[in-house]
């Protein structure tokens, strides 16, 4: 039906740069927000950033982390910069699709892991 595919994680030491990548595809007529969640072992899922009719950021991310979307692909982004290793986490990108049929569903990617060394 609708799929949601994520590159982009790895190592990276603190204060290095990773960029997280979500593509989108299926039968969509249109997705109405994108965003990036993470979860670190043991600790509930959290939200990172969300791009929809606003974009809005989780306190601990703000000036560190930018979310955009590329609409004529389907595909989120998120770039991370000044990363800590209290960033690591798997993070899963999440898509609000409305269908062709006019049901709108929520998605989630497979998760990406991220880790951040001292």
């Known amino acids: 039906q609708v799929q949601l595919v994520e590159s982009g994680g790895g190592l990276v030491q603190a204060g290095g740069s990773l960029r997280l990548s979500c593509a989108a595809s299926?039968?969509?007529?249109?997705?109405?927000?994108m965003g990036w969640y993470r979860q670190a072992p043991g600790k509930q899922r959290e939200l990172v950033a969300t791009?929809?009719?606003?974009?809005n950021y989780a306190d601990s991310v703000k000036g560190r982390f930018t979310i955009s979307r590329d609409n004529a692909k389907n595909t989120v982004y998120l770039q991370m910069n000044s990363l800590k290793p209290e960033d690591t986490a798997v993070y899963y990108c999440n898509a609000l699709v409305l269908l062709r049929d006019y049901v709108t569903r929520k998605y989630w990617g497979q998760g990406t892991q991220v880790t951040v060394s001292s």
């Open positions: 299926g039968s969509i007529f249109s997705i109405n927000a």
């Open positions: 791009s929809g009719g606003s974009t």
